[in-house]
């Protein structure tokens, strides 16, 4: 039993070590990149815009939904 909780432990630090390394790496992708990043997603705003100009307005207020349906009539039937 003493040596589960020193496994989980030593779980516990090596995941906590991948996400650190991940978050280093993270900061140092966008540090030297950012710029380009910026670049890039600045080209794409002009075109975005464009499209977003030209769709259809969204519904926010849509009809109310249907009540219950009426109950279906039966003919009388003939007493004979």
Known sequence: MLGYGRRRGQGLTEYLIIVVLVAIALIVAVGRFGGELDAIFQGTQGPMTAVG????????????????????????VPNG
């Open 53 to 76: 100009n030209k769709a259809k307005p969204v519904n926010t207020n849509p009809a109310p939904a249907p009540g219950p349906a009426p109950a279906p009539t039966v003919p009388p």
